[in-house]
């Protein structure tokens, strides 16, 4: 490694003398362009073709594609488009398309038709796939070995080098999760013959109604196997593949399912989080993408919701997956969905995505999604985790440490995948040199847990679900993640980059204002869960300020049936030097911090049988008028500018950038 840098370093002075080139930048994944001439519609409830026929999933799809039809044709005369109908979405939402429209000229008409409650673009997302880095892929040698060194490291107790770890074997004495308990991984679809999922799997459900990008000859269907989803070099490019690389099947899918219920103590491959729960496939990605429509009537459907021409799920989801994104904010029509879906109790998470440190995209950021961060085996923020103040916990997403080429990665996350580049060959797990690391990964070890708190309290709301395993989390370490290669110590992910030309934070120290409530601990959760009580801070207002009161209040605290809270105890923890005391035993307190930064303060309620319950939250301050304070989104730091110039400047720039590729292994 020592004569890998000289040269390197060699070779960036001899560049760096030569020119001094406007600094590299780390670009994002391109997001595909809306699927042509094609629209999401929502309908007002008192439109006439609401009025006139209501959608249900008892009409058969001969109905269905009437209704759709009707309506389509009907806001096409009043609009003076020539509309064609599309997928069902929801009962009052469907798709429309125009060939040959302009996506944006479309949506901005029929969003003024007095009927129409929004219009927007049929966008596609696709599974949270590795970044282009064109030193990420390893050539594996002669004999590649069955799993990394590791193990599955991610799933066992922490130590003072494996620190994010989950603990789930403290949880596992509770429960390994109940049949009751439903999780529904909307993905790829699977691979039912893997000897970690056979028996393992609920019958889901495929709605890629595109049937090129389906792969399997057909639309929406009830076989949620996986055909692979490869996409040629000739296919590359060209529409519906407009925006698509070349790529090998990722069998994405297969590897979220296992690591929520792959089967445990059966003496093959690995071990899933909630052996227990029941797993529920939902195809939603095929060849490249999938498109939102088809995405958020799977969610409907995964949640026990009706739709159109779909025969109901039998097994509604408690918990529902999605290891899947893209960038921009929350869409209307995602978020009225997710809307549906938590209003009958079900939990969403999803994963925050592989950017680099770029804003939480889509559905991580809408309003009641649980966005999931990635973290390294030593604590820190991995390279290419998104963060921001959307996410709510975070959770190992794997990572190599190793910086040549060729050497086996060290920390992945292991995980049923399959041998075929193109269709399904043969079963295998993911190891040190066909890894796994990603976002996408950290997701389903969340969702994971939320099945075993729910299979230990069936009657806890998802918000409690949650309180136990942000209350629970482990605080994110502030030291001791430094690799020994980086140019530069690790900062504190709010800190200002100190690579000029980027913008992003690459690996850094986590802050509660940005990569969630702390470390996931599923065996402090469950311990917490198994008490029946709940200790609830909610803060007002949800982003504190210096010099304005922040109100601290105990109203969604709770005990087990039976019993009442009869005192409250409020204490600082730790003042962070902007809030000097708090000693309180009402319900509701005031703090008044004196500057930017954090807090941390501590709820104890204790009922009536003298049993008490306590949990801890950081509060983050921002700066008067909106800036610093230890939060905020990162998207908002524009950083030291754009690079060049000074030889000095240039040269760590690009020795940072450098070893940064050679160590880093990005994520699907």
């Known amino acids: 490694m020592k004569i890998l840098l000289t040269a390197l370093v060699s070779l960036l002075l001899a560049a760096g003398a030569a020119s001094a080139q406007p600094a590299p930048r780390l670009a994002p994944r391109t997001a595909l362009p809306p699927v042509p001439g094609e629209a999401i519609v929502r309908f007002k409830p008192d ?13 058969g799809e001969g109905t269905v594609r009437s209704v759709l039809a009707a309506r389509a044709s009907a806001l096409g005369a009043r609009t003076g488009r020539r509309l064609e109908a599309g997928a069902a979405v929801g009962e009052r939402m469907q798709v429309v398309r125009e ?34 880095d064109p030193l990420y892929p390893a050539t594996a040698p002669g004999v590649r070995p069955r799993g990394p060194d590791s193990g599955q490291w991610y799933l066992r107790a922490p130590d003072s080098t494996i620190k994010s770890a989950i603990d789930i074997e403290t949880a596992w004495n509770r429960t390994r999760g109940s049949a009751s308990v439903v999780v529904a991984v909307l ?25 090129t990008v389906a792969n399997d000859g057909g639309g929406r269907d009830a076989d949620p196997s996986d055909p692979g989803d ?49 797993v529920l496939p939902v195809r939603v990605l095929g060849k490249c993408y999938g498109e939102d429509a088809d995405i958020q009537a799977a969610m409907r459907w995964a949640a026990g919701i009706s739709v159109a021409g779909v025969p109901d799920n039998p097994n509604p989801a408690r918990v529902i997956n999605m290891s899947l ?15 549906e879906i938590v209003a009958r109790g079900v939990m969403i998470v999803a994963a925050a995505g592989n950017s680099a440190g770029e804003p939480v995209g889509s559905p991580a950021n809408c309003r009641g999604v649980v966005g999931v961060a990635a973290l390294r085996h030593a604590g820190s923020k991995v390279g290419f985790s998104d963060l921001g103040p959307e996410i709510a916990i975070a959770a190992p997403g794997g990572n190599c440490i190793n910086t040549d080429p060729g050497t086996p990665c060290i920390y992945p996350i292991l995980a049923a995948t399959n041998t075929g580049t193109r269709g399904p060959v043969s079963s295998t797990w993911t190891d040190s040199f066909d890894i796994t690391v990603g976002t996408s990964f950290s997701s389903p070890l969340v969702a994971a847990v939320a099945a075993l708190i729910f299979s230990e309290q069936p009657n806890l709301t998802r918000v409690q679900a949650l309180g136990y395993m942000q209350n629970t989390a482990r605080p994110f370490p502030q030291t001791g993640a430094d690799n020994g290669s980086d140019p530069l110590p690790v900062r504190r992910c709010d800190e200002p980059n100190r690579f000029p030309g980027t913008d992003r934070d690459l690996q850094c120290y986590c802050t509660t204002a940005l990569c969630g409530a702390g470390m996931l601990d599923a065996g402090a959760a469950l311990s ?4 029946g009580a709940f200790a609830a801070i909610t803060v007002s207002p949800a982003t504190p300020t210096v010099g304005a009161v922040v109100g601290l209040s105990a109203a969604g605290s709770f005990v087990p049936s039976g019993r009442t809270i009869v005192a409250y105890a409020w204490t600082l923890v730790d003042g962070g030097g902007i809030v000097d005391s708090l000693t309180a ?84």
Do not use: K
Request: aromatic share 4%.
């Open 47 to 59: 439109a006439s073709v609401v009025r006139m026929r209501a959608l249900s999933a008892a009409d």
């Open 99 to 132: 060939a040959g429209a302009d996506a944006a000229e479309l949506v901005r008409r029929l969003a003024a038709d007095p009927e129409v409650e929004f219009a927007e673009p049929n966008g596609r997302m696709r599974r949270l796939a590795p970044p282009n």
């Open 187 to 211: 993905d790829t679809g699977v691979r039912p013959e893997h000897p970690d999922l056979t028996g393992r799997l609920l019958g889901g459900y495929d709605f890629v109604s595109n049937a």
């Open 230 to 278: 490869f996409v040629t070099s000739t296919e590359a490019g060209v529409v519906p593949f407009d925006g698509c690389e070349a790529s090998s099947s990722s069998w994405h899918g297969t590897a979220t399912a296992s690591l929520v219920g792959a089967a445990t103590d059966n003496n093959t491959g690995m071990a899933g989080a909630a052996p227990g729960a029941r």
């Open 325 to 339: 994104g893209g960038g921009g904010a929350c869409s209307p029509s995602y978020q009225a969905v997710v809307d």
């Open 528 to 531: 917490a869960a198994a008490t």
């Open 585 to 668: 035993t009402t319900p509701t307190t005031n703090v008044t911090p004196s500057g930017a930064g954090s807090f941390r303060v501590r709820l104890t309620v204790t009922d009536n049988t003298g049993a008490s319950t306590s949990s801890d939250r950081v509060i983050n301050v921002a700066a008067a008028g909106g800036g610093g304070g230890g939060g905020g989104n990162p998207a908002a730091d524009p950083g030291p500018g754009t690079g060049g110039g000074a030889l000095s400047a240039l040269w760590l720039l690009l020795l940072g950038a450098a070893v940064w590729a050679l160590r880093s292994r990005a994520a699907r």
